[in-house]
């Protein structure tokens, strides 16, 4: 069983920028299709943003459109969230999510995957 690791989470203000990275260990990742997700305080759990074994597609939830953006490097078994002008609101734990098919495009729902990371804390402050 893969075990997937996140870091780059962190405090920053609104309007800041950060990275999350994630990877595994115990299993690689170039041949699957990768999620974040996030959960807030008193929320439940929800897509971020998705993107296919390749690379080629990506999904984002509307609120995260033009301020984060996913991305690998399958070469180096990494993942990637950048996000940009982070707003308050985004204050959550993230997630990474390995989705089992082979070679499978990106896809938005929870069920869809069956690995999942600790989580790193994000926490943006106004």
């Known amino acids: 069983q893969v075990t997937l690791v996140e870091s780059g989470g962190g405090l920053v203000q609104a309007g800041g920028s950060l990275r999350l990275s994630c990877t595994a260990s115990g299993g690689i990742l170039s041949n699957n299709a990768m999620g974040w997700f996030r959960q807030g305080p008193g929320k439940e759990r929800q897509f971020v943003s998705a993107?296919?074994?390749?690379?080629?597609?990506?999904y984002y939830l509307d609120s995260v459109k033009g301020r984060f953006a996913i991305s690998r490097e399958n070469a180096k078994n990494m993942v990637y969230l950048q996000m940009n002008s982070l707003k308050p609101e985004d204050t959550a734990v993230y997630y990474c999510a390995l989705d089992p098919i082979f070679r499978g495009p990106a896809r938005k729902f929870e069920s869809s995957y069956n690995a999942w990371g600790q989580g790193t804390q994000v926490t943006v402050s106004s």
């Open positions: 993107i296919s074994w390749s690379g080629g597609g990506t």
